[in-house]
């Protein structure tokens, strides 16, 4: 070997696009999107959502035709969040029978059978009149234990309704045995739980909170009971927490900002992990893409790569049915 030359080419197995897919470490595919949707009470037609381009708040009928789009574009899951049309202290429509989020879940599954993953977030704050993930208490914290005992109501209400697998997204300690010991004392042992293990106090949910029509009263905020962005720690003892509750799948949120956590808790459980690409990321590149600053379309496909890299099994993205939609064309 000269010295003149370099001992390894890495450029060698660079030269084609062929050769680089048969070389690629990580693929992205429409099975790994999850597509979050928004289904709003008491409205005749669909409401756009100016921060998060492209979405809106669905009727259950156009709900329904949406859901039908992304099932027949391979998209393998929905995440539904529902928007009630009149909220209270206890959160009371996320548990009602015939509450929106339990509308949708059997007007989905009467039309699409098994044809989609039926997932359904499962918290308070879109219910609750002080935009709370719980109950506040009479000193105005949320009242962890108090909040468990709505979780398993609203657990059980969205199995019934259909639920394939039921998402926890409060951050109350014992969420997950809570939910699970509901679930299966009713009968709905096959319902899955997808926990929001690590979910972090992040700036990045503006535009959902624009969409789930969420606003925390007096100008709070939700640092009490989400994690704190300084910590790794603390997000593998809340995973390892949840995976011993029972929690089927686990998740990390936001995506990007934490892909170091994303690889931690990757490689410490055995369970599939997947990874929320919330709203203000979203928002973030369709604002820029919108500028003529960034190439939208390739940015989008680079950033969900980034969080397969990091090991996320599955992504839970705005950007589900335009990918998919890339990906058929
Ligand atoms: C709580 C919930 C939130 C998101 C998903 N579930 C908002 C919050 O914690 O304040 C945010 C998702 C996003 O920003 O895309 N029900």
């Known amino acids: 070997m ?21 070389v690629a470490e990580t693929t992205l595919s429409v099975d790994d999107l999850v597509a979050p949707l928004f289904v709003r009470e008491a409205i005749d037609s669909p409401v756009a959502v100016p921060s998060l381009p492209g979405h809106v708040q669905h009727t259950v009928a156009s709900l329904v035709v949406e859901a039908k789009r992304l099932a027949s574009l391979g998209v393998p899951a929905v995440v539904l969040f529902g928007l009630p049309a009149r909220k209270d202290a206890t959160g009371s429509g996320a548990s009602d029978p015939s509450g929106i989020v339990q509308v949708a879940l059997s007007e989905l599954r009467g039309h699409l059978g098994e044809e989609i993953v039926l997932i359904s977030d499962l918290c308070l704050d879109e219910y609750t009149d002080h ?10 914290t949320v009242d962890n234990d108090a909040t468990l005992g709505r979780y398993k109501e609203v657990a059980v209400a969205q199995a019934v309704a259909g639920a394939d697998i039921v998402a926890p997204s409060g951050m109350m300690d014992g969420q997950v045995g809570a939910i699970r010991s509901a679930l299966d004392a009713s009968g709905h042992t096959e319902v899955a739980i997808l926990a929001y293990a690590a979910k972090y106090a992040s700036a990045l949910y503006g535009p959902f909170r624009d969409a789930a029509g969420v606003a925390i009263a007096d100008g709070g905020n939700r640092r009490a009971y989400q994690q704190d962005p300084r910590n790794v720690a603390e997000a593998l003892a809340e995973v390892a927490l949840d995976v011993a509750e029972g929690a089927d799948i686990v998740m990390v949120k936001p995506a990007l900002a934490y892909l170091d956590v994303l690889a931690r808790v990757a490689s410490s459980v055995d369970v599939p992990v997947a990874a929320y690409h919330v709203s203000g990321e979203y928002a973030m590149l369709k604002a820029a893409a919108e500028r003529g600053w960034i190439d939208g ?10 969080m397969k890299r990091a090991g996320a099994r599955a992504i839970l993205t705005y950007l589900a049915g335009e990918v998919a939609e890339a990906m058929n064309g």
């Open 2 to 22: 000269s010295a003149a030359f370099p001992a390894r080419r890495m450029r060698r197995l660079r030269r084609s696009d062929a050769l680089r897919r048969l």
């Open 297 to 306: 379309e390739a940015v989008a496909i680079e950033h969900l790569v980034a």
């Open 131 to 140: 935009g709370h993930c719980g109950l506040i208490a009479a000193d105005g």
